[in-house]
């Protein structure tokens, strides 16, 4: 396994440019499942959890062509051309679910398109226990049955009908789940509580382009006008990764230095600049993007997770290393996820003065933080260490980093370019 060994202690200057996101990618070549066409996407980001998805649909019955880089002002996304005809097949194996839950993306669109979906349950994972009975409740209600044996649950309908569901939780995944499968089941579907983070707008513009009919994706009503089938094809550029944004100005706050992330769109990030802001970094939004500049050290400063406008559960952990070094003290209160606090102990190793009490995290700000070996937990608690390295005096090691390989394109080599120590120790297992 692969290790990061980043010498810290230099403020990182220079432009960086955001990739598309990842978790509008995920959805959006889901939706490819549900009609007969031929999809050009662009800004697809290389990693991962990209490559699992393109994995599950080939498995599925499409026919994916890379076509080469996107070609957009020093970006390295993709661009495919994503063909699909008749579906082959409508599982999907647990060999590709356990490495990436939000295989359960193709739920969905296989139970609307097919009348059928079997995919293996995702099971806990490192940041909590993560259920999918919202995204069955909502298929359920649409008049779909349900079965779960032996770790797969199967889904079957001859054609979903339109319906009120309520979300009593606004899961991101979940409203997309039900926001595709609704595109073509008969009549009307409103969620209600719906998740309004962008990427459900993100692929609600795709499945349009497809001939869906949607109004009110990214608010917390979506109606869903069902069609009879979804056969146009859609051209569709991913939006900027807006936590990838977010953990690029961090990185600019924590090393003392002054960061442009070029690409990214200053709104989805409100929350995340406010807090930026708040604790004394200069933050400047220009035609293209977004300036951090570090003045001195940080204050501290008070922060919730909550759902999208408030700020991003997926922000939590990079902030927290942030706050590590801030003047003072700061509460970190998780109410999203029931663990995801997990890089709380790497960073004490690295001198952080952390305690945690139940979703609380009550952080006691420090004058510096000394390199040591840590291990990443998932994704955004490597993204978490990786920033304490960068800030750290002396050298850290962090271990496991396929964790974010899932979520990051390129990052020793962003962070290289901003002048980080930071390289990648390659190693067959
Ligand atoms: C998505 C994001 C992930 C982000 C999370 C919260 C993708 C691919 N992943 O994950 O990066 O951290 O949103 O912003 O977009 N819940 C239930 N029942 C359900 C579904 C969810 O109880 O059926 C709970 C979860 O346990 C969690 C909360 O709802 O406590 C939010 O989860 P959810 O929004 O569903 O997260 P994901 O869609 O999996």
């Known amino acids: ?35 007969m066409g031929t999809h050009r996407i662009a800004n697809i980001p290389k990693l991962m959890d990209v490559a699992t998805i393109k994995r599950l ?13 996107d070609g957009w002002e020093g970006q390295s996304g993709l661009r495919w051309t994503v063909r699909m005809s008749e579906l082959a097949r409508c599982d999907a194996p647990y060999e590709l679910v356990k490495t990436m839950r939000a295989s359960v993306l193709v739920l969905g669109p296989l139970a609307a398109r097919f ?14 226990a993560r259920p999918i009975n919202l995204h069955l409740m909502g298929l359920e209600k649409m008049g779909a049955e349900i079965k779960i044996e032996h770790g797969v649950v199967t889904v079957k309908a001859k054609r979903l009908k339109g319906a009120r569901i309520y979300l009593d939780l606004a899961s991101v995944t979940g409203t997309e789940n039900l926001m595709m499968a609704a595109t073509l089941a008969d009549g009307v579907t409103v969620i209600e509580n719906a998740a309004r983070e962008p990427e459900v707008a993100d692929l609600a513009q795709f499945l349009i382009r497809c001939g869906a009919q949607i109004s009110g994706a990214g608010t917390d009503v979506i109606t869903v006008d069902g069609v009879e089938s979804l056969n146009g094809s859609g051209t569709h550029r991913i939006m900027p990764d807006r936590i990838e944004a977010g953990t690029y100005l961090t990185a600019a706050a924590i090393t003392g230095g002054e960061i442009f992330v070029r690409g990214c769109n200053p709104r989805h990030l409100d929350a995340v600049l406010l807090k930026l802001r708040e604790i004394g970094v200069e ?136 002048g980080g120590e930071i390289t990648r120790i390659r190693q067959t297992p």
């Open 1 to 35: 396994m692969d290790k990061i060994l980043i010498k810290g202690g230099r403020p990182l200057k220079g432009d960086v440019t955001v990739s598309g996101a990842k978790n509008a990618a995920l959805p959006i070549l889901a939706a490819t499942l549900l009609g």
């Open 57 to 69: 649909l080939i498995h599925l019955g499409a026919v994916i062509t890379e076509d080469g880089p």
């Open 115 to 128: 009348g059928e979906a079997r995919v293996s349950l995702p099971g806990g994972c490192a940041i909590g």
């Open 283 to 418: 933050i400047r939004e220009e035609s293209d993007g977004v300036r951090a500049t570090a003045k001195g050290r940080i204050g501290a400063v008070d922060i919730k997770t909550l759902p999208y406008p408030g700020f991003p559960t997926d922000m939590q952990a990079q902030i927290m290393a942030l706050m590590a070094l801030s003047d003072g003290l700061s509460v970190i209160t998780e109410t999203v996820f029931e663990n995801r606090f997990t890089h709380v102990a790497e960073l004490k190793r690295m001198g952080a003065d952390i305690h945690v009490e139940g979703r609380n995290a009550i952080i006691k700000g420090v004058r510096r933080l000394s390199g040591a070996p840590v291990m990443a937990s998932d994704l955004r608690a490597s993204a978490c260490l990786v920033l304490a390295g960068l800030a750290a005096e002396g050298e850290t090691e962090i271990s496991r980093v396929y964790h974010l390989d899932r979520g990051y394109e390129g990052i020793e080599q962003k962070f290289s370019n901003l």
